[in-house]
């Protein structure tokens, strides 16, 4: 399909850690992005894959990447409250123009 | 410093009107974006401008229309508002897009909050 696919809710306890997964649609994307929005704020990018890579770690972020299934997800260790918001994971097609196409967003509720 | 400033933040209006929404970057980007978040958080690319050139536009009435005096600056007017327009735009920016260049990644303002009423 077109759309980049997200679960729309997820809640965690402090301290555990929580999974975003997203599908994308291009297998050809190049790039494969996170975004965080805080409420009532911008995009944060927080991290971003190559295609090429299954995974990359960043502190407390793992991202996982299964290009066959065109599959992402983000996972979070340790998930502080600070991590509520949403998650929007971002796909770069091959259209000639950095174009993003954005998933519908995950919204992450860390209970205390 | 901010890197890619709106404004305004919020931006209530009556149908009919016209209306701009400024952005600025000062990262030295060659590329800005304007994109629309609806009340769903669905967020959808409207336009791109490169070197003073569209480059992109994604089935977006033509009552919206970027305009660029400078690379530094992406402005988004929009002409005859309507409900349907009421939603939150983002503007962006990037380094120009080339073939094989890594990460390309956007950089996005906080956000000006449209209200038609």
């Known amino acids: 399909g077109e759309d980049v696919e997200q679960s729309l809710f997820l809640s965690v306890r402090e301290g555990d850690s929580s999974v975003i997964n997203c599908t994308y649609t291009?297998?050809?994307?190049?790039?494969l992005y996170w975004y965080k929005q805080e409420p009532g704020a911008g995009l944060q990018l927080l991290t971003y894959?190559?295609?090429?890579?299954d995974m990359k770690q960043d502190q407390r972020l793992t991202v996982l990447l299964n290009k066959k299934d065109k599959h992402l997800s983000l996972r979070i260790a340790d998930t502080q409250t600070g991590d509520s918001a949403i998650y929007f994971c971002?796909?770069?097609?091959?259209?000639?123009?950095?174009?993003?196409?954005f998933g519908t967003g995950t919204r992450l509720t860390v209970i205390p | 410093d901010t890197a890619v400033s709106q404004t305004p933040k919020y931006l209530v209006t009556q149908m009919g009107n016209d209306k701009s929404i400024k952005c600025e970057q000062n990262?030295?980007?060659?590329?800005m974006y304007w994109y629309k978040q609806d009340s769903k958080k669905f967020l959808k690319i409207m336009f791109s401008?490169?070197?003073?050139?569209?480059?992109i536009n994604e089935t977006v009435p033509n009552r919206f229309s970027p305009k660029s005096p400078d690379k530094a600056h992406l402005n988004l007017h929009i002409n005859s508002l309507e409900l349907g327009d009421s939603a939150v735009y983002f503007c962006?920016?990037?380094?120009?897009?080339?073939?094989?260049?890594?990460?390309?990644?956007?950089?996005f303002g906080a956000g000006t909050r449209l209200s038609v009423l």
């Open positions: 894959i190559f295609s090429n890579m």
């Open positions: 962006a920016s990037s380094h120009i897009y080339r073939e094989g260049l890594t990460k390309n990644i956007q950089y």
């Open positions: 401008y490169n070197n003073k050139e569209l480059i």
């Open positions: 971002a796909e770069r097609r091959q259209t000639g123009a950095n174009n993003l196409f």
């Open positions: 291009d297998s050809s994307s190049t790039y």
């Open positions: 990262l030295g980007h060659d590329t």
